[in-house]
């Protein structure tokens, strides 16, 4: 894989039903961190990786997302009139020019591998990337998925990015076993989906950024339904890495889980600190509040 990725896979079909009653009309993919959603952090990711061409594997419910990405002419019109040139700035830059914005529907939720097949036709011949919202990635140097995609170009096959997770947890993820392993990364042997901490054959999970060949959609349409009756990605490449090289990358960077409330709850106040704006304020407002805690547990 010497060429660059330049298309970026966003699977958003989920129901996100951990988060009801908010995602019975707002996606999970737009809920907020700070004033953003969590899309957007995906998005740019993508775009700071060197991705020209996004796509969207959604389902026919779901709009929002296509609305938040698409231009809003009379919100525009009202700021321009307004003179509110910051905010119309930043609906505006949602999607930077040049950078193409692809909606595919996935007809019935058959699993991440199948929402990944259904942007073939989009991605075509060439290698891509796989980003989850659900997985928002900080750092405060070069994103994770551009980390991945130098290390894919030099190494010329597929990077899955891991993180090393208490053993005991292991069974809440995809885990991978590895050799010649070294700093941050390394070849994958074996990939084992949501395995017991007895049989685990390491503690270097999988989370949700991927760089892939095109092979994979191939493998994909022949892969059978996995756990929980759905086409599994991992399946995919488990059977990909007897064929190429596909290394673990062990990101720089502190990943929050927002598939769940307390990696939502995290994140805010992760980015609420980090906030140019906000920092001082929230760091005074947790500070409040823990005293008052405080105070009441001791009374």
């Not at 119309?88 to 949602?94: C, H, Q, V």
């Not at 894919?152 to 005991?168: F, K, L």
């Not at 999970?205 to 759905?230: D, H, K, N």
């Amino acid at each position: 894989m010497s060429q660059r990725i330049r298309t970026a896979v966003f699977p958003v079909a989920g129901l996100g039903t951990r988060f009801l009653p908010a995602t019975k009309t707002v996606p999970k993919e737009m809920l907020p961190i700070i004033d953003r959603p969590l899309i957007q952090y995906a998005v740019d990711e993508a775009v700071e990786a060197g991705c020209e061409t996004l796509v969207f594997v959604t389902n026919r419910y779901k709009h929002a997302v296509a609305d938040y990405f698409d231009k809003a002419y009379e919100l525009e019109q009202k700021l321009e009139r307004a003179g509110k040139s910051e905010q119309l700035e930043l609906i505006r830059s949602t999607i930077p020019e040049g950078v193409r914005a692809v909606f595919v529907t996935q007809a019935e939720a058959l699993g991440l591998g199948h929402a990944v097949l259904c942007a073939k036709p989009v991605v075509g011949d060439e290698p891509f990337a796989v980003l989850l919202p659900d997985d928002l990635i900080w750092n405060r140097g070069p994103g994770a998925l551009s980390q991945m995609a130098d290390a894919a170009q030099a190494s010329g096959g597929s990077v899955v990015a891991v993180q090393d997770v208490p053993r005991e947890k292991t069974a809440s993820y995809g885990i991978v076993a590895t050799e010649d392993f070294h700093e941050r990364q390394g070849r994958i042997t074996g990939i084992v989906e949501k395995p017991q901490p007895d049989d685990a054959p390491s503690t270097l999970a999988v989370v949700g950024r991927y760089v892939l060949t095109p092979r994979i959609f191939e493998l994909l349409e022949s892969t059978g339904a996995g756990a929980g009756g759905e086409i599994q990605l991992t399946d995919a490449i488990a059977r990909l890495l007897q064929e190429q090289q596909v290394d673990a990358y062990r990101f720089r960077g502190t990943r929050f889980d927002c598939g769940t409330h307390i990696g939502l709850v995290e994140a805010t106040i992760r980015y609420a600190l980090d906030h140019e704006k906000l920092s001082e304020a929230a760091k005074q407002l947790m500070q409040d509040a823990l005293k008052e805690l405080g105070v009441r547990e001791l009374e």
